[in-house]
């Protein structure tokens, strides 16, 4: 009796794993040149101590402008590496080979969008601590609070900032026009973060209007990260 080989089907990864693939390969990228991390960490550390040259005066800052700074920093920071992260796959051709693999579009734009939120998130963890001693900000009085504005602040910056990245890549104007889209359609996003920061840094802190906020930008990251799914696709192949 002839032996009877077993067929093993090879299965399609899920969606999941094939945006973490995606993630890996940038993070790894990223690892050997740290380009876009080091810029990021350099621009917003300038942006930083320009503000403290305006505001300390005889060693002493306002802790009410600290939330400002921490998301201006974070916002220009952010768009200075996306537009990094989107050149990258340019000057390589990368996208357009993802684009013509197997893999499902929405997965490349979230493994994209993973891999940004990663880089903004290294970049704040270094300028909030920066940020809380020259203006004496009172950050560690609630840091979950804080990490958890910051983390759906950047996904929710990042989710808008990636599609329309990957869209304009091939533009000649690509960094102006990303700025001038990107703000406007992000300032709930910057104001949300603002106003929760800054109810975190009264004295005492304010944690229901911080609790409100939060809420605000988890609802604005399930908007923005849903439509940039949807429509990341037919942006490309227009």
Known sequence: MPSVRPIIARQRPSFLVQALWLLWKDLVVEVRTREIVYTMLVFAVLVV????????????????????????????????????????????????????????????????????????????????????????APFASRPGTLAALLVLGT???????????????????????????????????????????AALCQSPPNDADARMWLKMLGVFDVVFVTLSLWIFEPLLTD
């Not at 939330?67 to 390589?92: C, K, Q, V």
């Not at 000649?172 to 603002?194: E, F």
């Open 49 to 136: 101590l320009v503000f403290a040259f305006a505001f300390v005066r005889e060693g002493q800052a306002s802790p009410d402008v600290a939330a400002g700074i921490l998301w201006i920093a974070t916002a220009f920071s952010g768009t200075l590496g996306l537009g990094r992260a989107l050149d990258r796959e340019r000057e390589g051709d990368t996208l357009r080979a993802l684009l013509l693999s197997p893999a499902d579009r929405p997965a490349i734009y979230l493994g994209k969008l993973l891999g940004i939120v990663v880089y903004m998130l290294i970049a704040e963890a270094v300028i909030a601590p920066l940020i809380a001693v020259l203006f004496d």
């Open 155 to 197: 996904l929710g910056f990042a989710a808008v900032g990636s599609l329309f990245a990957a869209m304009l890549m091939r533009a000649r104007s690509r960094d102006v026009l990303l700025a001038i889209v990107l703000y406007p359609l992000t300032v709930p996003v910057i104001i949300a973060g603002v106003l929760g920061t």
